[in-house]
């Protein structure tokens, strides 16, 4: 009772407390805490529901309103929480290794890039591209199912490799990927090289909602979609078989687990998720280029998952989130009230915070956020701050 | 296309491959001992390697400002350098070990791997930080030595400069010293006797975890002592620039058969080899259509096939599996 009185006011509170501030980065994550805690906390079901989805719905896009720079961060959050279910299947579940993961999310990114954009003409000859915006709907299973099959081609050659080469090797396929989107502007130009493709199209918004808002929704659709099929998945024949792969192979494959075909399952599934958000990804930016697409994207991923708990998939959820939060908030906010002392001559222990170095830019530093919370998980808590409930069983006995 | 250009510039692709190739050839000893020891990939070797290039230029920038620089004969300013950044690197990756590794010696093999590959972009940013706070910069370039860069004209199409010379020689004499502790010395047995069998070597009165130790510390001297030579052949360094490299030697230590320390040096010049040619070549071969960059692509791939078709490398034992 306590507890859900409390969780009412807190989703409130905070609310109202973004409203009247809305640009404190501190009061939004009081707001996304409220959330957490709705989750968490021993409230009846109907309530729990009824709060995320005020949150979600209603209160989210009202806040973007005002504000749409938070709009941005929890669209982004909305496509880092598909990137980390994906690679939860292939890391957390099937237990394998996947450093490139970013390739996939890259494959979706420039399926609708190119077809979306006049480069096509480029390419094919003709004047009958950029496609129009209508046929987006259609390009997020395209990606999605592009995506796919570039797991498999990946799944394919690696089947018979482990451990800590089949990471490597992922890595170098990742790289593989960002390198050929960097140079393949010649001999036929597909992808523009490294100046990235522009414009894209977007999609006629229903409603004329404003981008911002169209993004935010059908991210928070994707996710929902994918949370589903997750959570279908994990229980299912397939999960456990995954599962069981993960644990011992040998003993998986003398159960009649068949391989080969699960491994590939789950290099495709994961692949997809990242494809449609791919998708997403390039309509919403309008502007691509390998840039986004680096080493540095796969392992933040990697960071969410193992941040979250590897399996889990509400872990994958708040990895994501908290993940991002940092790197788009954190970080950025401390580096601009870093800036506003510095400006205002502030001196902290007799040392002037003016005389900092410029080229010190606490923004810059998400490997350093991603290496801390990679080491300190592996060291203190490798199950993650949510750990799998099948896991926690196994754990607990 | 133009055969004769093809010819010409053959010497000095060539030697751009060795150096290269010695340059890979010292990097991967670090992943091929400790991976000989722990059956682990040292994915932080990178970093340990640049960050050599980074005290190495440090102490360079220090000679320089208290005006020793010029004042010192060349070799000694290259051999302070030299043991300051094989000692910068080979402490900090026994330090690594001993924070991130050792409490999950016995761990899942996955969970080791993921830490280290934490605190290689750990210290990726951590070198950045240092220096930008220090200098406020994070780009450095080596100071140069005027008599380093002295250039001998061979033939027409080929002249070798000291720095080139000094490289070889440097990487020479590292592999030289490296081969006679493994193979001449008691430390030696021990880190072989480790690597055959920790049970047993311990058995036999070895402390392990001190072996272990010291195989990180010479790996890391070593991947050290290549960064200075990568600062002073190529000049510019940044936090960021070690982790290609350090890929590349990966692979070539898996090319020459992982574990295996000959089989790491004969990868890294197949390696340094293959690239520079790739590098010069493609485009002309192919009118421009195939960038220098594909020698990355063509890296990678060769690393791919190597794994699924001879995963013991050119010279190596079988790889053991451990699940």
């Excluded at chain 1, 309103?65 to 939860?88: C, D, S």
């Excluded at chain 2, 960064?227 to 960021?240: A, K, S």
Aim: with cysteine; charged share 10%.
């Amino acid at each position: 009772m306590i507890q859900s009185l409390l969780a009412v006011a807190l989703t409130g509170v905070s609310a109202f407390a973004v409203a009247v501030y809305p640009r404190s980065v501190l009061v939004f994550l009081l707001f996304q805490g409220s959330i957490l805690f709705a989750y968490r906390a021993r409230i009846p079901d109907w309530l729990r529901w009824s709060l995320l989805a005020a949150a979600l719905l209603v209160l989210m896009p009202a806040i973007g309103y005002y504000n749409g720079y938070y709009l941005e961060v929890a669209t982004q959050v909305g496509i880092f929480v598909a990137l980390a279910l994906g690679l939860n299947i292939v890391v957390g579940l099937a237990g394998l290794l996947d450093l490139g993961y970013v390739a996939f999310f890259a494959v979706g990114a420039y399926s609708w890039a190119i077809v979306g954009s006049p480069h096509a003409n480029v390419i094919f000859g003709g004047e009958s591209f950029p496609l129009a915006g209508g046929w987006f709907y259609l390009f997020l299973l395209v990606g999605l199912g592009v995506a796919a099959l570039t797991g498999v081609l990946l799944g394919l050659p690696v089947l018979r490799l482990h451990g800590d080469y089949l990471a490597v090797v992922t890595l170098g396929f990742g790289e593989v990927i960002r390198v050929l989107a960097n140079n393949l502007d010649k001999p036929i130009n597909f992808t523009n090289g490294p100046k990235g493709i522009t414009p894209i199209s977007r999609p006629p918004t229903p409603l004329g909602l404003p981008y911002g808002e169209y993004f935010y929704f059908l991210a928070l659709l994707i996710v929902i979609v994918v949370v589903l099929v997750n959570r279908r998945l994990e229980n299912s024949h397939i999960g456990r078989a995954w599962e069981a792969i993960r644990e011992d192979e040998l003993a998986a494959r003398a159960m009649g687990v068949p391989l080969v075909r699960m491994k590939l399952m789950a290099f495709a599934c994961g692949a997809s998720f990242a494809g449609i958000m791919g998708v997403l990804f390039s309509a919403k930016q309008i502007f691509i280029n390998p840039e986004s697409f680096t080493f540095l994207e796969s392992i933040g991923v990697l960071a969410m998952v193992i941040l979250g708990g590897m399996g889990s998939i509400p872990g994958a959820i708040l990895g994501a989130t908290v993940v991002t939060v940092l790197n788009l908030q954190v970080l950025k906010g401390f580096s601009l009230w870093l800036n506003e002392l510095k400006n205002a001559g502030v001196t902290v222990l007799g040392y002037s915070l003016a005389d900092l170095p410029t080229q010190f830019e606490p923004a810059k530093y998400e490997r350093m956020v991603f290496g801390i919370i990679l080491v300190l998980m592996m060291i203190y808590r490798p199950q993650g701050i949510f750990p799998a409930r099948r896991r926690q069983r196994e754990m607990t006995q | 296309m133009d055969v004769a250009l093809l010819i010409g510039i053959f010497p000095q692709v060539l030697l751009d491959g060795i150096i290269l190739g010695f340059m890979y050839a010292l990097i991967a000893l670090g992943y091929t001992m400790v991976y000989g020891v722990l059956e682990f990939i040292n994915f932080a070797h990178s970093e340990i390697f640049i960050v050599g290039a980074f005290v190495g230029v440090e102490v360079m920038l220090g000679l320089k400002s208290a005006g020793l620089l010029d004042g010192l004969p060349w070799p000694v300013v290259l051999v302070l350098v030299l043991v300051a950044g094989m000692a910068g690197s080979g402490l900090l990756a026994v330090t690594v070990e001993r924070v991130a590794y050792r409490p999950l010696r016995n761990a899942p093999r996955l969970i080791p791997l993921i830490s280290a590959i934490g605190i290689s972009f750990f210290l990726q940013d951590m070198i950045r930080l240092v220096e930008s706070l220090w200098r406020n910069a994070f780009n450095l370039v080596y100071p140069t030595l005027d008599a380093l860069n002295l250039r001998f004209e061979l033939t027409e199409t080929l002249d070798v400069s000291v720095k080139s010379l000094v490289v070889i020689g440097g990487a020479l004499g590292m592999l030289w010293v490296l081969h006679m502790i493994v193979n001449r010395t008691k430390v030696g047995t021990a880190i072989r006797a480790v690597a055959e069998d920790q049970a047993a070597a311990s058995l036999m009165g070895i402390d392990v975890n001190r072996i272990i130790s010291l195989t990180f510390l010479i790996g890391g001297a070593m991947g050290g002592a290549a960064g200075v030579l990568f600062g002073v052949q190529y000049g510019l360094i940044n936090p960021y620039s070690g982790f290609i490299p350090g890929l590349k030697a990966f692979t070539a230590a898996v090319l020459g058969g992982i574990g295996n320390i000959p089989g790491a040096m004969v990868g890294g010049l197949v390696l340094g080899l293959l690239e520079a040619f790739a590098a010069s070549y493609l485009s002309l071969l192919t009118g421009g259509a195939f960038g220098a960059e594909y020698k990355d692509i063509l890296a990678f791939s060769m690393l791919i096939l190597i794994l699924i078709f001879r995963p013991k490398g050119l010279l190596g034992e079988v790889v053991r599996e451990r699940a």
